[in-house]
Structure formats: C-alpha cells, structure tokens
C-alpha cells in the first residue's frame, strides 16, 4: 500500500507541475491548440498511471471529472 501512495504522489506531483506550466502556456493563442492537444495526452497517461494503483475507482472517477472540467476552463479561457 506504501508504494501505491507514493506512486499516486509523484503522479500528482509530475500533474501539479504539468497544470501550472499549461495555464501560462494556454494564454498565448498560437499555442493553443498543440497544448491542449498534449494536455489531453498527459491527462490520459495521468489516469492510466493512477488505474494500477489501489484507489478506489469512485476516486478515479472524480479526477478524470476534474480533469475534464479544467480542460473546458482551459479552452475558455481567453488568451
């Protein structure tokens, strides 16, 4: 279980890093479109990591949500 929380902790920790660096990013028009496209593909390995750990897949649901609902803040968002 020790290895599961640690794992789920860098995953968030790598995701932390990954959010800050796409909301500066996002705000310039041009690069719009290829962030968001990498955000979607860091999202999926996001949860894809945090499938082989013990959460529980309530838990799962709810950040995949989350997830979702930054992504459509991100494209309304205006630059």
Known sequence: MGQDDAQVKR??????V???TVAELVRAKSAR???????D???DQIIGELRTSSLP????QDMHKALARL???F???RP
């Open 11 to 16: 995953t968030l920790a790598g995701f932390t």
């Open 33 to 39: 479109p290829a962030l968001l496209d990498a955000y």
């Open 75 to 77: 494209e309304e968002t």
């Open 18 to 20: 990954l959010l800050a």
């Open 57 to 60: 897949d309530e838990q799962l």
């Open 71 to 73: 992504r459509l803040a």
């Open 41 to 43: 593909d860091a999202c």
